[in-house]
């Protein structure tokens, strides 16, 4: 059996707080839609929006090896930005396998505008990294950027995933957080930098009340990702796949549905 064969038994492993990074998956699946997938969220750390910086460069490689000990992938994948603008070097320096990690999309944004005016959401510890300030200097230096912090967009996104309706007064505050800012008026692209977020654009967009372009990294780490395993040879047909929790089982119970849905057919915890 050829060294390619053997690596295929190997999982790709999704870290984020919560379901928030299935928005990732669902694009890596349209392009790899046999691998194999673990999915691991923080529940018991959630959120990680209002947590320190040194709360999180200790934490995420701290959990992200004891995953890895466990399951053993070829690759991971930091599905949240604000764990990959404070921990992806801290990882990638405790794990010997690849880790892609997620940054907000201010080069495609940049790309897009015709105003001129960029939008970026995300959580309070994301929209405040100087990761942050040197994308905008490099690919957005004579664009407007404004910036929001909404760390409660991230429940609303959590509930919609349990099927409940998400808050609309949270949604609402999250679009009205950039357009009440100077230039807010003329911003034609937002850009989602919280892997929750996507999962309610439809809910951003009616809010905004006009057309506006939205853009993610979902994409991006996808295109990463297939490149990272290109000549790896998939199972034919997909494995089921896990979902780790740092939380209560029972917690998950209401998340089945979505989680199957994605092929993530058993729950376990950490």
Known sequence: MSAQSIATTAPLLFFDTGVGGLSVLREVRKLLPTAPIVYAAD???LPYGTKSEGELAARVPALLG????RYKPQLVTIACNTASTIALDY???ALNIPVVGTVPAIKPASLMTK????GLLGTQATIRQGYVDRLASEFAANKTLL???SPDLVYAAEAKLRGEKPDQPVIQAAVDGLLSQPGGDNMDVMILACTHFPLVQSE???AIGRDIQFVDGSKGIARRIEHLTAGTIWPSVPDNGIFVTTGQLDEMDAYRPVLQSFGLEHVETL
């Open 43 to 45: 529940y018991a750390g």
């Open 147 to 149: 910036r929001h912090g």
């Open 204 to 206: 951003l967009q009616e």
């Open 66 to 69: 004891r995953l890895v000990e």
């Open 91 to 93: 990882v990638r320096a």
């Open 115 to 118: 105003t001129g005016v960029i």
